[in-house]
């Protein structure tokens, strides 16, 4: 980094073009830059780590290639009176891909990513929530495309207009893809270490402490297989400014086009200072975005001017993992069938652990309600008013 506490230009180019092409040597790697020296390229990657701009290698699922049974994402905004304390080990028991608060005037929120396998049962934990008043309200909506990230432009404006967001574009695939490869144990129990960006060598190690005898030999192919047939892809991405720097939010759209809606999705902040992701939510547009801080301030205010999105709603990170209140796990996969290469979710399992914690959390109001010592009304003296 440099001295002024800002990224150089040969940092971003470097952002670029491992972002870009994440396969890349270091060796190869130096020829697009303008470094001399290798041991260069491996300090400014290191040094882009420990500011928190750069972080990667890692593996992405295509969790729609996962199993012969449809396996959905979810993504919930969930309204609550209740403390964080109180809400968050609830949305645990479901097992939660992560769970962060986002900011609001009036009121508590959390947003929080589930896999699922059962829509309708993963509905009725969440009116179980509702009704037992741990949550006051709750919005689930489904992934139903390809999640498409696209890095900053680290040279592009950090303020864009909304002027071309809907301007006729040759639009990007973003159809899901579906399972037609069998999955083998070695292959899913080596995957969430590879989500987290784990090298090999460290993957050997964790699985024989836990007494499962690969071989070296053995992850490395199960790697290449999962490549090979698009379950994962290898991946670094990077936030456009220093992390104190950033502003991260979750944007949902509305069109009454999908078509139009995609279009605004792809372009959204393009070729601007702006990382971001993006999804089809059944009927509406999901952009989750990391920016400056001026680009959130104004955002909404240009959404309203643009008639064709019908709605929109806007929910900027209160915190995120590594913070206070936020929650974040890589699923294990411990409810794959290899047999049969199919996956289901324990939601009877879920259901009856909030019960208990229900009506633990109620004996532990009575009892207290029984211990509380209520004091003896203070006798108010009546004093003689002399005249």
Avoid at 350 to 369: F, G, N
Wanted: net charge neutral; hydrophobic share 35%; with cysteine.
């Amino acid at each position: 980094m440099g001295k002024n506490n800002r990224i150089t230009d040969n940092e971003k180019k470097l952002l670029h073009v491992i972002e870009t092409h994440p396969e890349l040597s270091i060796k190869e790697l130096l020829t697009h830059t303008t470094y001399k020296w290798e041991r260069t390229v491996k300090r400014k990657l290191r040094q882009l780590k420990e500011q928190g701009i750069l972080s990667g290698p890692f593996y992405v699922l295509n969790y729609s290639k996962l199993s012969k049974n449809s396996l959905h994402k979810l993504v919930c905004t969930v309204e609550t009176n209740q403390s964080y304390e109180t809400v968050i080990p609830y949305l645990q028991i479901i097992e939660p891909i992560w769970v962060y608060p986002v900011m609001s005037p009036h009121k508590k929120v959390l947003t929080a990513a589930f896999y699922s396998t059962d829509i309708t049962a993963m509905e009725d934990i969440l009116q179980l929530l509702k009704d037992n008043d741990i949550i006051t309200d709750y919005i689930a909506r489904v992934w139903h495309s390809k999640r498409l990230v696209e890095c900053a432009n680290l040279f592009g404006d950090s303020n864009p207009s909304l002027d071309n967001l809907l301007t006729p574009c040759e639009l990007p695939d973003m159809s899901l893809e579906y399972y037609d490869i069998a999955w083998n144990e070695c292959d899913l129990r080596i995957l969430p270490y590879l989500e987290g960006g784990e090298k090999l060598i460290e993957i050997l190690r964790k699985e024989k402490n836990l007494h499962r005898d690969w071989t070296y030999e053995q992850i490395k192919y199960s790697r290449g297989k999962m490549v090979k047939n698009g379950l994962i892809e290898k991946k670094y991405l990077y936030n456009p400014f220093l992390p104190e720097q950033c502003a991260h939010f979750q944007l949902f759209l509305k069109t009454d086009d999908i078509n139009v809606t995609q279009r605004a999705l792809y372009n959204f902040a393009k070729g601007a200072r702006v990382t971001k992701q993006y999804v089809l939510c059944e009927d509406w547009g999901k952009i989750t975005c990391v920016s400056h801080p001026l680009f959130l301030k104004d955002l909404m205010s240009k959404l309203d001017s643009i008639d064709a999105i019908t709605e929109r709603e806007i929910y900027p990170k209160r915190a995120f993992p590594p913070g206070r209140y936020c929650s974040g796990q890589i699923p294990e996969y411990k409810y794959f069938n290899v047999e049969n290469q199919t996956i289901e979710y324990p939601y009877h399992v879920y259901e009856e652990k909030i019960k208990e914690r229900i009506e633990s959390e109620q004996l532990v109001v009575q009892e207290s309600a029984k211990k509380l010592v209520v004091p003896e009304k203070v006798r108010i003296r009546e004093t003689e008013m002399h005249t």
